[in-house]
């Protein structure tokens, strides 16, 4: 293999021995390229151009890997539930080396689904096709919607099956991110008091994701705060757009501010605060409305991990830890309200106008809720109110007599501002989205593509999902709900 085509430069296998095992990935039976993403590939300055698919397909299963890869298995451990599993690890991926992309930016190639490691426990190391493209969708509409996210470079089917509750067809992914360090990864070297490979990961850190902070006298505690800035950010991007990622344990939390970890995440349908889809979160842990403080609790953990940093003195690293974590909750507000009044049509006020527009928000979401509304649907429809066509709005509404004083109320804050309603109504359009991956859409999607092994149906909607913002016609089942009854009954499994 052509050790050119991807130019790897691998600085945490390098800099940072001790943190990971080196190990291979697992030999493929019958690999072959299910899907391909070279719009990235182009980002990531790799020429697949000349390369056959069944070249590819070698190369992305593992089977053939390029010469400058060193696939390393990364240690770390992870609050799962809130519960401190003190050894978690890389136990079906690896991380196969480092590009820099074409914008100047380092950015790991992963396995996921490579086989088993030392950190396997009892799994197989292996993943399923429908989980794999699941991940791809997902990944591939975040990006579109602008939020932060690791994306798919390519899927491979194995040609083996993988056991679940049932034979599946199985597949390797290889993932795209700006890191695959984790809160977790500072918690498994922590709870070993092995505090300066702690140090060593958050000089790497830094030099990586904040090199503007290296030089500075308190630079671990503004990191934390960096960390932390981008959580909230990333948060309030989750919460604005209806994603509920569904397991947000501290080990699926990057500090990169990456969306990572594609388990049992979906989209909202109907609004409503304490939706949970994921089979395993019985007591709605990572609900909805529960993320950013859930996001909150996890960045406590990546404090404690890094305490030894902060300071000296233990109280004085805890009085500082605690005051930087007490302005999340500001920092995400501030994100949460900057988003809302883009979705509203609104321009920023003065400061005195942050809990006007706020309580015109929680009011909008509340009638969301009382009215059984399609939580994608109401936001871009208010783009239709604001141009004077309240209709298609109001269908959404079990009863929509309930709008009116609050769509008077919008319209007069809005006409405080002298932007025609046209201008208005088309930059509404371009927050709110027209189309996202429906559950339905996605299930049905993975179904025939793992049962029949048709991918028509994921192409159809991968390609529908990446502009998301453009109303098209052609296009209108897959912006449509989900049929009554179904988002009730809809679980998503984790791990599979
Ligand atoms: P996840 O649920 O994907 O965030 O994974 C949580 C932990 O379980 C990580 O340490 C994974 O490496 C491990 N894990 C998940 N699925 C498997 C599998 N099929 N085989 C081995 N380890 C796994
Ligand atoms: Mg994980």
Redesign the pocket.
Known sequence: MPAALFNFDNSYARDLPGCYVAWPPAPVKTPRLLFLNRELAEELRLDFAAHEESTLAAIFSGNALPEDATPIAQAYAGHQFGNFSPQ??????LLIGEVIDRHGRRRDLAFKGSG?TP???N?????AVGPMLREVLIGEAMHALGIPTTRALAVIATGEAVYREEPLPGALLTRVAASHIRVGTFEYFAARDEHERVRQLADYGIARHDPELGGAEDRYAQWLLAVAERQAALLAQWMNVGFIHG?M?T??MSIAGETI?F?PCAFMETYHPGMVFSSIDQHGRYAYARQPAIAQWNLARFAEAILPLLADDADEAVEKATGILAGFGASYRRHWLQGVRAKLGLQAQAADGDSVDTALADDWLALLQAGGADYTLAWRRLADAAEGRPGPLRELFSDASTLEAWLARWQARAEAETRPAAQRAQEMRQVNPWLIPRNHRVEEALDAASTEGDLGPFEDLLKAIKRPFDEDPALTRYAEPAPAGYTESYRTF??T
């Open positions: 978690l690890g890389d136990g079906r991926a088993r950190f396997s426990r799994g197989d190391g292996k993943a397991v344990n080990d699926n970890d388990g984790c791990g």
